[in-house]
């Protein structure tokens, strides 16, 4: 058995993985995703996803190389029509179509979309749905926050831009 398993992990040391961000903070992915300065985004939702990204991200509106500008849909649609012509379920669907710029050239460097959903239950109490509609609303907007800074770094890491 370890004859075969020898010569698996030398194939797997040849694969051609490499940590995304290598070198931690000083590394070329970290220290470009530093250099990215968030545009404001219109709205609740538009606050959120901002706040959301510049946690992530950090305020790099000081040393900027690039502008991310993002645009969203927020929807929530009703679904599942109980006996009483009332809606027993929703779906929040929210979706972001982002522009990642190169403030230097003007030109776009990303233009790519995310987007999730998720299922609520409407319940008798208004204040109890109307709080799982911003909490679905919260935790999208950090999913699809995590989406678009994961597609950001790798296009950085795919063409070597950094900060």
Not at 11 to 28: N, V
Not at 30 to 39: K, Q, R
Not at 115 to 131: F, K
């Amino acid at each position: 058995m370890r004859f075969l398993v020898l010569p698996l992990l030398f194939l797997l040391s040849a694969c051609g993985l490499s940590p995304m961000y290598a070198g931690g903070g000083a590394g070329s992915v970290a220290t470009g995703l530093a250099a990215v300065s968030v545009s404001a985004i219109p709205g609740q939702q538009g606050w959120l996803m901002r706040d959301a990204l510049v946690q992530r991200l950090g305020d790099g509106s000081a040393s900027a190389r690039y502008r991310l500008d993002v645009r969203l849909d927020d929807q929530l649609d009703g679904l599942g029509l109980l006996g009483d012509d009332t809606i027993g379920r929703e779906r929040r669907t929210l979706r972001a179509r982002y522009r990642l710029v190169d403030l230097a050239s003007g030109e776009t460097v990303l233009d790519a979309t995310a987007g999730s959903d998720a299922g609520i239950d409407v319940v008798s109490s208004e204040y109890a749905t109307i709080a799982a509609e911003q909490t679905a609303l919260e935790n999208l907007t950090r999913e699809v926050a995590d989406m678009i800074i994961t597609n950001v770094a790798l296009k950085m890491r795919a063409t070597g831009q950094t900060g």
